[in-house]
């Protein structure tokens, strides 16, 4: 009886312990996670950065900056809604993601002078160490 007692508590502790590292390993990171895949979606905290340093780099006033940053939140709660509902399509949410992306744009540039439309897009590009290249649709 003991012999079965301790080889069932060893059993216990070999898959308690397997089990914690297998799953300590987590999944693949969300975005970022290597080439090909995207970038990971900002937060709150990281939707409000940006728009900050847009603000200071478009010189936009109050209300562009109120108004952009609501554009952000709705844009970025859109992707996310289009990613949760590709369930693996990879194809197909990037086709959603940048029709997304080509309406915020627009939508982005309906609220901003012929002079901030140009900063924009340069300060698009810099953020995203791309200025319109391969996959980029205009």
């Not at 060893?10 to 297998?22: E, K, N």
């Not at 109050?62 to 996310?80: S, T």
């Not at 140009?118 to 980029?136: L, M, T």
């Amino acid at each position: 009886m003991k012999k079965k007692t301790m080889i069932a508590i060893c059993v216990f502790c070999l898959l308690t312990v397997g089990g914690t590292l297998v799953f300590a390993q987590g999944g693949p990171p969300r975005g970022n996670g290597g080439p090909g895949q995207p970038p990971a979606l900002p937060d709150s905290t990281g939707i409000v950065n940006i728009v900050d340093e847009m603000a200071e780099a478009l010189s936009l006033t109050d209300d562009q900056k109120d108004r952009i940053a609501e554009l952000h939140f709705a844009h970025f709660a859109a992707a996310e809604q289009v990613l949760g509902a590709s369930r693996g399509d990879r194809e197909g949410a990037r086709e959603a993601m940048d029709d997304l992306r080509q309406d915020f744009e627009a939508d982005m540039k309906d609220l901003l002078t012929d002079a901030q439309q140009e900063a924009f897009d340069e300060f698009s590009a810099s953020r995203h160490g791309r200025s319109g290249g391969p996959g980029r649709r205009r």
